[in-house]
């Protein structure tokens, strides 16, 4: 299990630059979630993939936010014209669609990456 | 009114203390439950599941009331490697779609 993966790190740009992250789950998990998270809030759900297919996405996901997961395998996540207040960690997980039902097995229902921080200046 | 709520602290308690957390969730829908733990710059990692029954891990004891519609988390004997910040998981299902969201965390410092 090489868990899941991010790239990069950590990112700092200029305001109204275009920044890409890539997110590499768990092989054999075929649900994709991306999260942002920012200094003493939860995380909050942007979008989720199943597969690569796109079922949901948050309406904080706005129109300079796009995410992709063309093979069902990684995914990215793009902003464009990065704004001051886009500055967060962005955090990508993974899941079984089963995992984190009610059983005693304790799936955690979402594994996450070390996340790709953003600041944008 | 936020789907998922908690306290936000920061607890601030010495070694040794037992310490709970609550958090209350809208959708009565909700199926399943989780504390996360996320120490300073990492990722969340699953600290425990809360199941119906409620359970116990060690130090930590989760429990469910559905009526309430809030989870608590008990830790008890409290250690300086306990300070984190502890969110709060609500998962449910609708159509065929799934959903999961955190709280905004509880800050808990344990001092010596």
């Known amino acids: 299990d090489t868990g899941v993966s991010q790239d990069p790190r950590h990112k700092i740009t200029k305001r109204g630059q275009n920044v890409t992250f890539r997110c590499d789950p768990i092989s054999e998990h075929n649900r994709l979630y991306w999260y942002r998270q920012t200094l003493g809030q939860g995380p909050e759900f942007l979008t989720y993939f199943q597969n690569e297919a796109q079922l949901e996405k948050s309406r904080l996901l706005s129109d300079r936010f796009s995410a992709e997961r063309p093979k069902g395998s990684f995914s990215t996540l793009e902003i464009q014209r990065t704004e001051q207040g886009d500055s967060a960690m962005y955090l990508c997980?993974?899941?079984?669609?089963?995992?984190?039902?009610?059983?005693?097995?304790?799936?955690?229902?979402?594994?996450f990456g070390n996340g790709t921080r953003l600041t944008v200046t | 009114r936020k789907e998922v709520e908690q306290d936000p602290g920061p607890f601030n308690v010495p070694e040794g203390a037992t310490v709970a957390f609550n958090c209350t969730y809208s959708n009565s829908a909700s199926q399943s439950f989780f504390w996360y733990r996320q120490d300073c710059r990492k990722e969340p990692k699953l600290l425990m599941s809360?199941?119906?029954s409620g359970n116990e891990d060690g130090r930590f004891t989760a429990q469910l009331n559905r009526a309430s519609q809030y989870i608590s988390l008990l830790i008890r004997d409290s250690k300086l490697s306990d300070s984190a910040t502890y969110l709060c998981v609500v998962k449910f299902w609708y159509s065929s779609a799934s959903k999961i969201i955190f709280g905004s965390g509880t800050r808990l410092s344990i001092r010596p």
């Open positions: 997980a993974s899941s079984l669609p089963q995992d984190g039902g009610d059983t005693k097995e304790g799936k955690p229902p979402l594994h």
């Open positions: 809360v199941y119906s």
